[in-house]
């Protein structure tokens, strides 16, 4: 909607990036004012619950829905108004990939294939056979599973600078899993392209992400490196007696049956916890990301 | 992706092999006896309005097979944010609109004509592929 307002620099633009992105579904926000950029070169992981928004970033990021108030940009480019040269250096796989059922693998590869200039048919080929993929199978008739790996090939096939995966591991098994993290890394690191991924399997993240943004209720809570937010984050709990001190600022709070605190506190600029974690009786337990998603999601 | 012939053949190339040649075969089997039967009746007077009829069925197979097809492939395009395809597969179905139209209305144009000068006089001319005899 705005997009033309915000135009961006090209040259310095960052491959994506999204400010003050608002959307809702009847009714209810489901984006509130997202802002987010993702540096060259990055591996984003988004993290959320399902419903939290993951998926409206994503696709309002892309320029696939016009969003209430905001604009997104890629390549500086506003993402509504995407030039072929763009969309031609950005590869996108959805978290349902539906598209072109009607044909076979191979003749949905070698049709999209036409229309990169960097698309490489024998990784294509080689990539088909290690997954164990029947290229004359109608993509309608393929497992879930099976029609996302198709879909990542298309996407990888492309050579893109930017790469945009919803839920790539959703219908994925463990194996297949790890084949398409370790391809994920090995493209982030050798090609140097950008990646932003959503996904609700915190593992995932610890593999390949160098930073991660968390997304709760439309917002954008943390954005920080994967190192930083263990480092960074803990859980201080406070005995009843102690509870009630004066307000601490956490990125969530939970009082329980016996009047004892859990907050998910950070440590300040000079990297010392808050002072009440020096409070008699109080505790501060390191958290795992996956501790820490679920203390900020609850 | 954006030459004449190119633009023709974009919503053919997004079926399957298979479908094609069902269309092909489909196409031939309903021109084949249209342009038969139109050598047989080329010079009687019911050849005009048989034209014109085949040719709207014609323009309806187009539609059919074509179209859609073209449609579908901008949208699919456009969720997958796939380049070029999005604007050539719109640009291919205005292309294939306009030709639909621009054809059968040639040819109601030649009708009015021959309606105006007499269909013999029109028709019976020398005739390079079947020389009037």
Redesign the interface.
Same mark, same amino acid.
């Given at each position: 909607m705005n997009a033309m307002l915000h135009e961006a620099n090209p040259v310095d633009a960052a491959p994506l990036e999204a400010r003050g992105l608002t959307h809702c579904y009847e009714g209810g926000n489901v984006l509130c004012g997202v802002d987010l950029a993702l540096q060259p070169g990055s591996v984003l992981g988004l993290i959320g619950r399902n419903g939290a928004g993951k998926s409206t970033l994503i696709r309002g990021m892309?320029? #696939?829905l016009e969003p209430l108030s905001g604009a997104a940009f890629v390549f500086g480019e506003p993402a509504l108004k #995407?030039s072929? !040269?763009a969309? &031609?250096r950005? &590869?996108?796989v !959805?978290q349902q990939p539906e &598209? #072109?059922a009607? #044909?076979?693998a191979q003749?949905m590869l070698d +049709?999209?294939g036409?229309? +990169?200039p960097r698309w490489d048919a024998a990784f294509v080929r080689t990539t088909l056979e290690r997954w164990k993929i029947q290229p004359n199978k109608?993509l309608a008739k393929l497992s879930p599973g099976e029609r996302q790996r198709v879909d990542l090939i298309?996407a990888l096939a492309s050579q893109p600078e930017l790469l945009v995966l919803d839920e790539p591991a959703a219908a994925l098994d463990p194996v297949a899993r790890r084949e398409l993290l370790r391809e994920v890394a090995l493209r982030a690191g050798e090609n140097g392209t950008t990646v932003l991924f959503s996904t609700h399997i915190v593992s995932d993240l610890e593999r390949v992400a160098s930073e991660i943004a968390f997304l709760h209720e439309g917002r954008l809570l943390l954005r920080c490196g994967v190192d930083e937010a263990k480092e960074r984050y803990a859980r201080l709990w406070l005995p009843a007696a102690a509870s009630f001190t004066a307000p601490i600022p956490s990125l969530s709070r939970r009082r329980h049956d016996d009047g004892s605190l859990s907050l998910v506190v950070a440590r300040d600029a000079r990297g010392h916890w808050p002072e009440a974690a020096s409070l008699p009786g109080a505790r501060v337990d390191a958290l795992g990301l996956e501790d820490l998603f679920v203390e900020i999601a609850e | 992706m954006t030459s004449f012939l190119q633009l023709l053949m974009l919503p053919w190339m997004a079926w399957s092999q298979r479908t094609r040649r069902i269309i092909v075969w489909t196409l031939l089997v309903v021109l084949c006896p249209a342009i038969a039967g139109y050598v047989l009746l080329w010079r009687s007077a019911g050849a005009g309005p048989g034209l014109a009829h085949g040719l709207a069925v014609l323009d309806c197979l187009f539609w059919a097979a074509v179209v859609p097809r073209a449609l579908v492939l901008a949208n699919e395009a456009r969720r997958l944010r796939l380049p070029v395809l999005e604007r050539a597969a719109a640009i291919s179905t205005v292309l294939y609109a306009a030709l639909t139209i621009a054809l059968p209305a040639a040819v109601v144009a030649i009708l009015l004509a021959i309606g105006r000068r007499g269909w013999r006089a029109f028709w019976c001319q020398p005739h390079p592929v079947l020389p009037h005899g």
């Open positions: 892309l320029g #696939l #995407l072929d !040269p969309k &031609a950005l &590869a996108y !959805p &598209a #072109l009607w #044909l076979t003749q +049709y999209v036409r229309f +990169y109608l298309r | -």
